[in-house]
C-alpha cells in the first residue's frame, strides 16, 4: 500500500472475507468464539482497518496442528496486494522439556517437565522409562512402573512426576515424555551407588555428660565421595533400610535404644524417609559417654557406601 485511507463518511461498512486454506492447521476464531475456515469481518465508516481484536470484532488465527495453510482476505471492488492474497504460515509442533536427574539405588526423586505451549485444551502425558531399572510414578508416595500418564489442564504447562530406582543395580536410564499434538521430550536418570553419613556423633564429650542422639541419612554422594550431594528417599514398594551402629568400647561408650543399652544397635529408614529415627522418636539411636576412654563408633548400610564426613569408623574419647 502506498497510504491507508479511510472509508468515506457517507459511505457504507466495507465487508472483509478472511479464508485459511486449511482450517484443521490453522483456523480463524471471532469473538464466542466462533471456529472456522472462513470469517467475515467490516471496516467501518471513517476507519481505514478491520478490529485488531475479537473482542471489538476482529478475527485471530489458531494454529491447531503442524502443517501449512495459506490466510487469505478479500473485499469485492479492492484490489489484492501481495500479503492479502495469501500468506503462507508454517505451524511447527510445539515440543516439551524434561528435566535429568541423578539418584542412589533403591531411592526416590521428583521431578519434572514442560509442555511448550499452554493453550493445548488439556493433554495427557505420558512419561516412559528405558529400562526397568527406572520406574516412573506420580508422586512419591505411588509404587512406580515403566510408564506414568499425567493429565496436564488447559492453559498449564508444567507437570511433575517421581523416578524410582530399584536396588542394587547402576546405569543411566533414558526418560521419554509424549503428548498429542507435542513432540517428545526427552532426559536421562543417572543411577549411581547410594551412599550415606552420620549425624550427631561428638569427638570429646564429658563422661557422664546427657546421651547424644546420631542418625544416619541416605541420598547420593558428589564426585570424590567427600559428602551427599543430596539426601533421598527409600522408594515406596522397599524393605526399610537396616542401619548398623556399633561401639568397640560399650564399657565407655555404649549405644542406647529405649533405654536399653549394648554395644551394638539397629535403626530403620522405611520407604518415604532418608534417615534413621533422631532426638525424641522411637527407635533413636543414642551414645553415652557413661566413663573416660575412647570407642570406635561403626555404621553400616549394606550396598550404600559413607561419605567421608559420615564414615563406617568415628572415633570417640570420652574426657
Same mark, same amino acid.
Request: glycine content about 12%; charged content about 5%.
Given at each position: 500500500?502506498?497510504?491507508?485511507?479511510? $472509508?468515506?463518511?457517507?459511505?457504507?461498512?466495507?465487508?472483509?472475507? #478472511?479464508?485459511?486454506?486449511?482450517?484443521?492447521?490453522?483456523? &480463524? $476464531?471471532?469473538?464466542?468464539?466462533?471456529?472456522?475456515?472462513?470469517?467475515?469481518?467490516?471496516?467501518?465508516?471513517?476507519?481505514?482497518?478491520?478490529?485488531?481484536?475479537?473482542?471489538?470484532?476482529?478475527?485471530?488465527?489458531?494454529?491447531?496442528?503442524?502443517?501449512?495453510?495459506?490466510?487469505?482476505?478479500?473485499?469485492?471492488?479492492?484490489?489484492?496486494?501481495?500479503?492479502?492474497?495469501? %500468506?503462507? !504460515?508454517?505451524?511447527?509442533?510445539?515440543?516439551?522439556?524434561?528435566? =535429568?536427574?541423578?539418584? =542412589?539405588?533403591?531411592?526416590?526423586?521428583?521431578?519434572?517437565?514442560? !509442555?511448550?505451549?499452554?493453550?493445548?485444551?488439556?493433554?495427557?502425558?505420558?512419561?516412559?522409562?528405558? @529400562?526397568?531399572?527406572?520406574? $516412573?510414578?506420580?508422586?512419591? %508416595?505411588?509404587?512406580?512402573?515403566?510408564?506414568?500418564?499425567?493429565?496436564?489442564?488447559?492453559?498449564?504447562?508444567?507437570?511433575?512426576?517421581?523416578?524410582?530406582?530399584?536396588?542394587?543395580? +547402576?546405569?543411566?536410564?533414558?526418560?521419554?515424555?509424549?503428548?498429542?499434538?507435542?513432540?517428545?521430550?526427552?532426559?536421562?536418570?543417572?543411577?549411581?551407588?547410594?551412599?550415606?553419613?552420620?549425624?550427631? &556423633?561428638?569427638?570429646?564429650?564429658?563422661?557422664?555428660?546427657?546421651?547424644? %542422639?546420631?542418625?544416619?541419612?541416605?541420598?547420593?554422594?558428589?564426585?570424590?565421595?567427600?559428602? &551427599?550431594? *543430596?539426601?533421598? @528417599?527409600?522408594?515406596?514398594?522397599? +524393605?526399610? &533400610?537396616?542401619?548398623? #551402629?556399633? %561401639?568397640?568400647?560399650? *564399657?565407655?561408650?555404649?549405644?542406647? $535404644? =529405649?533405654?536399653?543399652?549394648?554395644?551394638?544397635?539397629?535403626?530403620?529408614?522405611?520407604? /518415604?524417609?532418608?534417615?534413621?529415627?533422631?532426638? =525424641?522418636?522411637?527407635?533413636?539411636?543414642?551414645?553415652?559417654?557413661?566413663?573416660?576412654?575412647?570407642?570406635?563408633?561403626?555404621?553400616?548400610?549394606?550396598?550404600?557406601?559413607?561419605?567421608?564426613? /559420615?564414615?563406617?569408623?568415628?572415633?570417640?574419647?570420652?574426657?
Amino acid at each position: 500500500l502506498n497510504s491507508v485511507q479511510n $472509508v468515506r463518511f457517507g459511505g457504507t461498512a466495507l465487508t472483509v472475507t #478472511f479464508t485459511s486454506t486449511v482450517p484443521t492447521v490453522a483456523d &480463524l $476464531v471471532k469473538s464466542g468464539p466462533v471456529f472456522g475456515g472462513t470469517q467475515i469481518v467490516t471496516i467501518p465508516v471513517g476507519l481505514y482497518y478491520t478490529p485488531t481484536d475479537t473482542a471489538a470484532g476482529g478475527i485471530r488465527v489458531r494454529p491447531v496442528l503442524a502443517g501449512q495453510t495459506i490466510v487469505s482476505a478479500s473485499i469485492p471492488g479492492f484490489t489484492q496486494v501481495a500479503s492479502a492474497a495469501g %500468506s503462507t !504460515l508454517n505451524i511447527t509442533q510445539p515440543g516439551m522439556t524434561l528435566a =535429568g536427574t541423578t539418584l =542412589g539405588s533403591g531411592l526416590e526423586v521428583g521431578t519434572y517437565g514442560y !509442555l511448550g505451549a499452554p493453550n493445548h485444551g488439556g493433554v495427557t502425558v505420558t512419561v516412559r522409562s528405558s @529400562n526397568p531399572l527406572v520406574l $516412573v510414578a506420580p508422586n512419591a %508416595s505411588t509404587v512406580g512402573d515403566s510408564l506414568v500418564t499425567l493429565f496436564v489442564a488447559d492453559g498449564q504447562t508444567y507437570f511433575p512426576f517421581s523416578v524410582q530406582a530399584l536396588e542394587g543395580q +547402576t546405569g543411566q536410564v533414558v526418560l521419554t515424555a509424549s503428548a498429542p499434538g507435542f513432540t517428545n521430550g526427552t532426559a536421562t536418570a543417572d543411577v549411581v551407588t547410594p551412599a550415606f553419613d552420620v549425624i550427631g &556423633l561428638q569427638p570429646t564429650p564429658t563422661a557422664g555428660a546427657a546421651d547424644v %542422639s546420631l542418625y544416619a541419612r541416605i541420598g547420593y554422594a558428589v564426585a570424590g565421595n567427600s559428602y &551427599l550431594a *543430596a539426601v533421598q @528417599n527409600v522408594r515406596p514398594g522397599a +524393605t526399610p &533400610l537396616t542401619v548398623t #551402629f556399633g %561401639s568397640s568400647n560399650a *564399657a565407655a561408650v555404649p549405644l542406647v $535404644v =529405649g533405654g536399653v543399652t549394648a554395644p551394638s544397635q539397629t535403626a530403620a529408614i522405611s520407604p /518415604g524417609s532418608y534417615y534413621t529415627p533422631t532426638g =525424641g522418636q522411637a527407635g533413636n539411636v543414642l551414645f553415652r559417654p557413661l566413663t573416660q576412654g575412647t570407642a570406635t563408633i561403626t555404621t553400616t548400610i549394606p550396598g550404600f557406601t559413607p561419605v567421608l564426613n /559420615g564414615t563406617t569408623s568415628y572415633v570417640v574419647t570420652v574426657q
